[in-house]
């Protein structure tokens, strides 16, 4: 018989990988539409700054998605494992600022990798704050 914590344990790790996987999708699936639509160059090309900051848009909107949908699914203390997802995302993001240092693609765009780690734990905040509050979304 599997005890009441590993099912708990369980049910966090999918709300955590839920979310992950939602932002992952949704991320992907613009990036893939932007470029067959012909918006942005070809992978591995680099992209305009204006466009970087649409990407920036999009990847804060559904990380904020990825954070409301960890939360919703938590077991337990929804905040928590929302804020969880997020520093999973800023320590993802910090690895793509690493990674991507010192490629010809992100010359003259740091800002871009600096920014989506940044914007990881406020945009968990808000996703968690949403589904403790929903009322809030709604009177901003």
Same mark, same amino acid.
């Given at each position: 018989?599997?005890?009441r914590s590993s099912r708990r344990?369980?049910?966090?790790?999918?709300? $955590?990988?839920a979310g992950f996987l939602v932002v992952l999708v949704l991320s992907l699936t613009a990036d893939i539409?932007?470029? =067959?639509?012909?918006?942005s160059p070809a992978p591995g090309q680099r992209m305009p700054d204006r466009?970087? $900051?649409? *990407? $920036?848009?999009? =990847?804060?909107v559904f990380a904020v998605l990825g954070?409301?949908?960890?939360?919703?699914? *938590?077991?337990?203390g929804p905040m928590l /494992?929302?804020?969880?997802?997020?520093?999973?995302?800023?320590? %993802?993001?910090? *690895?793509?600022?690493l990674g991507t240092w010192n490629s010809p693609q *992100?010359?003259?765009? /740091?800002?871009?990798? %600096?920014?989506?780690a940044v914007v990881a734990l406020p945009a968990a905040w808000i996703g968690g704050s949403l589904y403790r509050n929903p009322a809030a979304a709604t009177t901003a």
């Open positions: 018989m599997v005890d344990l369980g049910r966090s790790f999918l709300a $955590l990988f539409l932007l470029y =067959r639509f012909g918006v466009l970087l $900051l649409v *990407a $920036l848009a999009y =990847r804060t954070s409301y949908l960890t939360a919703r699914l *938590a077991p337990y /494992h929302a804020m969880t997802g997020g520093v999973i995302g800023f320590c %993802i993001g910090m *690895a793509g600022v *992100a010359a003259g765009a /740091h800002w871009y990798p %600096i920014l989506v």
